[in-house]
């Protein structure tokens, strides 16, 4: 992590600037920023622990609490909303059993929803780590859940102590 | 224009790569800029042009660049805004990731132009795969010798970072976007200073949208008066429109500005979707107010929009049907702004905090006679009073909403529930 930081930050004048950057690597290689990462950034970078706590809980792609294996963002904006969405929300809750902003107890899956994407001509749309699955309906969905569930080899209700979330 | 021009690799499938941009005629608009032309003369064929800035305001790029001082004892900055966080717009990740060199190229022109050495592109952090196709172009572009120190064996050098975004829209705003570069938490800056004398680290700064930028090296390659000839003189130019919600063909499109809106919904986009009817049109990202069916004739460009009390914005085409309730619409669109709110200023943090539980109320059915009248009086004390475009947008959307579409909002308050339901 540290020599990744600081080539990122190498791109700046000022190490100040490469707190937002220095964060994205941490989040990347932990999953989530607790405490302990939080003052390991600064130190590394040689700035105030206080300005990187504000840039991680001011910025909304940063996660002070842990997620699922899989993060699964639904966009709710209006583009999406008008294809569907709220019943793609409806039917996620329900066969995750699990509502918005909650995690599946086998810590598979976390369920949110989010801002508009920048990819409405998809819509409605659904964010799962890097990748963007547009055009879904709720076919499509079952199909997109098989395959991740599939990508960790277990079914939904497995013993959670065999699910390892990124960094923990 | 039946040829597309920002498009035009769009569709290739290997138009991420610098072998098909340079097959294309690539990077010979920089190499005309750096050996036949001086900054100056550059900045003068982009003012000639009439470009004006695709991130929403419309501003006049050749007169922001005039603004840089010429000598100005520090660095120059140039900052690429690919935050692209306005609801209903996708077109600068497209050409991201289908095309990032013509932006690389326009940004090493506008570079020159301003005398910058080093640049940044804000790109927000959820376009992953733009983000890794920008990266292998600028590596492609550095070993070639489009980027770096002696460009094309001129005096020119240039370097080109990428800088990503963590989420909060309010980074697109161009002074916010400073403070997220320099670490600290975005919120907007005083004006003046402007950036173009007192920006990134205090220095002059120009900050462009993706699409302005990839306009540069075509007025470049084919001079300002074939750019002034596509679309209307004062807000001319190849245009991209991004088509989403209630139509037949959501996506991109490339037409000339000032096209108009029925147009390019109903011809281009193939109009509603089966068995029904348009109800309005959102014509720039929901910051853009409404505009209801018997208004689509309006053209397409920056000041036909003004003119009809909405705006070009980003040119995100929000198609809505007559399935969809209107109040329910409204009430996404502030949620949004007050989730999106940084905070700075009371009548947006507070102002929009309130209009958002009114609107719950009154789509819930829950609604009282004076809500409206509150509403109304809300937009008031908003508009014109807050601190940056992000209050009086949402004001001015909620606005139009009321006007063109009372009657929804009275059934719901008189029938005491949704009629769409
Ligand atoms: C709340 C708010 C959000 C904005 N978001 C964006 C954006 O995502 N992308 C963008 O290019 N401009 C955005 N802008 C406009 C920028 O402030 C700025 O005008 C623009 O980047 C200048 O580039 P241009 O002259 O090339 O259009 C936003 C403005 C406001 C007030
Ligand atoms: S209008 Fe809203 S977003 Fe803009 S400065 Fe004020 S609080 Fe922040
Ligand atoms: S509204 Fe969902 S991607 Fe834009």
């Given at each position: 992590m540290r020599e990744k930081i600081e080539v990122a930050a190498a791109r700046y004048?000022?190490?100040?600037?490469?707190?937002?950057?220095?964060?994205?690597?941490?989040?990347?290689?932990?999953?989530?920023?607790?405490?302990?990462?939080?003052?390991?950034?600064?130190?590394?970078?040689?700035?105030?622990?206080?300005?990187?706590?504000?840039?991680?809980?001011?910025?909304?792609?940063?996660?002070?609490?842990?997620?699922?294996?899989?993060?699964?963002?639904?966009?709710?904006?209006?583009?999406?909303?008008?294809?569907?969405?709220e019943d793609l929300l409806r039917h996620l809750e329900a066969v995750l059993g699990i509502k918005k902003d909650g995690t599946t107890l086998d810590g598979l899956f976390t369920l949110s929803t989010v801002e508009c994407l920048g990819a409405c001509e998809m819509a409605p749309v659904m964010q799962v780590g890097d990748d963007y699955h547009g055009g879904l309906d709720i076919a499509r969905i079952d199909a997109l859940l098989e395959r991740l569930r599939a990508m960790t080899g277990q079914a939904i209700g497995a013993d959670p102590a065999t699910t390892t979330p990124p960094g923990e | 224009m039946t040829e597309p021009v920002l498009l035009r690799n769009v569709d290739m499938p290997d138009g991420h790569l610098l072998a098909t941009y340079e097959a294309g005629g690539g990077y010979q608009a920089l190499a005309k800029a750096v050996h036949e032309h001086t900054p100056d003369e550059i900045i003068?064929?982009?003012?000639?042009?009439?470009?004006?800035?695709?991130?929403?305001?419309?501003?006049?790029?050749?007169?922001?660049?005039?603004?840089?001082?010429?000598?100005?004892g520090k660095p120059k900055y140039l900052c690429c805004n690919a935050d692209e966080g306005e609801p209903g717009t996708f077109k600068d990740r497209i050409i991201m990731e289908r095309d990032p060199h013509q932006l690389i190229e326009g940004m090493a022109i506008s570079g020159y132009a301003i005398g910058a050495e080093t640049a940044y592109v804000y790109i927000r952090g959820e376009y992953a795969l733009a983000i890794r196709r920008l990266e292998q172009a600028l590596a492609e572009a550095h070993a070639k010798g489009y980027l770096g120190k002696r460009i094309l064996g001129s005096d020119f050098n240039f370097t080109v970072h990428i800088h990503c975004g963590a989420g909060a829209y309010i980074c697109g705003e161009e002074t916010a976007m400073l403070d997220a570069l320099e670490g600290k938490r975005a919120q907007p800056r005083l004006k003046p200073p402007f950036p173009a004398v007192e920006g990134l680290y205090a220095s002059p700064t120009v900050i462009n949208n993706v699409e302005t930028l990839a306009c540069v090296p075509h007025i470049v390659a084919r001079g300002p008066d074939w750019f002034r000839g596509i679309g209307p003189d004062k807000s001319p130019g190849p245009k991209l429109y991004c088509l989403s919600g209630q139509v037949r063909k959501p996506g991109l499109y490339e037409l000339p500005m000032g096209i108009p809106l029925r147009e390019l919904v109903e011809d281009h986009a193939g109009g509603p979707l089966p068995?029904?009817?348009?109800?309005?049109?959102?014509?720039?990202?929901?910051?853009?107010?409404?505009?209801?069916?018997?208004?689509?004739?309006?053209?397409m460009d920056f000041d036909s929009l003004a003119a009809a009390g909405s705006m070009l914005g980003s040119a995100g085409v929000i198609v809505i049907d007559d399935s969809t309730c209107m109040v329910k619409v409204a009430t996404r669109i502030i949620e949004f702004f007050h989730h999106e709110s940084c905070g700075k200023c009371t009548p947006c943090r507070e102002g929009l905090n309130w209009v958002v539980k009114?609107?719950?109320?009154?789509?819930?059915?829950?609604?009282?006679?004076?809500?409206?009248?509150?509403?109304?009086?809300?937009?008031?004390?908003?508009?014109?009073?807050?601190?940056?475009?992000?209050?009086?947008?949402?004001?001015?959307?909620?606005?139009?909403?009321?006007?063109?579409?009372?009657?929804?909002?009275?059934?719901?308050?008189?029938?005491?529930?949704?009629?769409?339901?």
């Open positions: 004048p000022d190490q100040r600037s490469a707190i937002m950057p220095a964060l994205l690597i941490a989040q990347k290689e932990h999953g989530h920023l607790p405490g302990p990462v939080l003052e390991e950034v600064a130190d590394i970078l040689g700035v105030e622990r206080i300005w990187v706590y504000e840039l991680a809980t001011f910025y909304t792609l940063f996660r002070i609490e842990p997620v699922g294996v899989f993060h699964l963002q639904l966009c709710d904006n209006v583009s999406c909303m008008l294809r569907g969405s | 003068d064929l982009v003012k000639k042009s009439n470009l004006r800035g695709r991130g929403g305001a419309g501003f006049p790029t050749g007169m922001k660049w005039s603004f840089v001082p010429k000598r100005a068995g029904r009817k348009i109800k309005a049109v959102i014509p720039g990202g929901v910051s853009a107010p409404l505009i209801p069916e018997r208004g689509l004739d309006v053209g009114v609107l719950r109320r009154v789509e819930a059915g829950q609604g009282g006679p004076g809500d409206l009248e509150q509403l109304e009086a809300l937009c008031k004390g908003i508009f014109g009073n807050t601190f940056c475009a992000l209050g009086d947008g949402a004001a001015m959307g909620l606005r139009a909403a009321l006007t063109h579409f009372e009657h929804e909002f009275v059934a719901h308050i008189e029938e005491r529930r949704c009629p769409f339901h």
